[in-house]
């Protein structure tokens, strides 16, 4: 997708209603998700050709690179496994939603990103080409009530980059269950990846 369709199509969302989703980190407090033979290494997050949506509050590039590198890391850095894999992220675009819009509109502040993963061992790409994700924040402020009411730019983004962790977390699980990224030599990871794939269907 071009650039400027990838802007529009965040843009487009912006303003349409969705279901409450819960915050991305809800269930850090939990055990991890079971991903197989599993731990994160590298943990490279840049952004040198974001955009920023029209109307959106404005966050420094390294501000917004340091906070999804600091979700990432809160959530991978659990995995204890035998097998190294290595994360670059491209965070493509952004909406930060803005305060002074009518309640009606309530934008939601929403993030593109692009992830690669790569097995160290095997020195090579798990994911043929970066797999591009829109994320939306959650709306624990209300559906009704912008998030540019009752949040600073910081906190819009921190949000965003929990739920986009969340996000490649499930992605990761479901490639876990059909190409068996991170299962290894090990049974006990190809069952651990059944259940994690039953509890992402369940969410």
């Known amino acids: 997708m071009g650039r400027i369709k990838m ?43 974001v955009q920023k949506v029209p109307l959106s509050r404005t966050l420094e590039t390294e501000v917004m690179t340091k906070m999804l590198k ?3 890391a809160e959530r991978f850095d659990r995995y204890d496994g035998d097998r190294l894999y290595h994360f670059g992220i491209s965070i493509e675009s952004y ?8 309640v009606v509109a309530a934008p939601k502040s929403a993030m593109v990103i692009r992830l690669t993963v790569w097995d160290d061992a095997k020195q090579e790409k798990l994911t043929a080409k970066a797999h591009q994700m829109t994320v939306i924040e959650s709306l624990d402020q209300g559906p009704l009530v912008g998030s540019g009411y ?23 699980v479901r490639q876990n269950k059909a190409e068996g990224w991170f299962a290894g ?19």
Do not use: W
């Open 70 to 72: 600091d979700a990432v």
């Open 7 to 49: 802007m529009r199509s965040v843009a487009a969302m912006l303003l349409v209603a969705v279901v409450a989703a819960c915050n991305g980190a809800s269930d850090l407090a939990k055990p991890a998700v079971p991903l197989g033979n599993f731990k994160l290494s590298h943990n490279v997050v840049v952004a040198p050709k």
């Open 95 to 102: 909406f930060l939603a803005p305060p002074g819009i009518p």
């Open 150 to 172: 009752t949040k600073t730019a910081e906190e819009q983004f921190k949000n965003l980059s929990q739920n986009a962790v969340k996000q490649i977390q499930n992605y990761l």
């Open 185 to 203: 030599d090990s049974t006990a990871a190809d069952a651990a990846a059944d259940v994690a794939s039953d509890a992402v269907e369940d969410e």
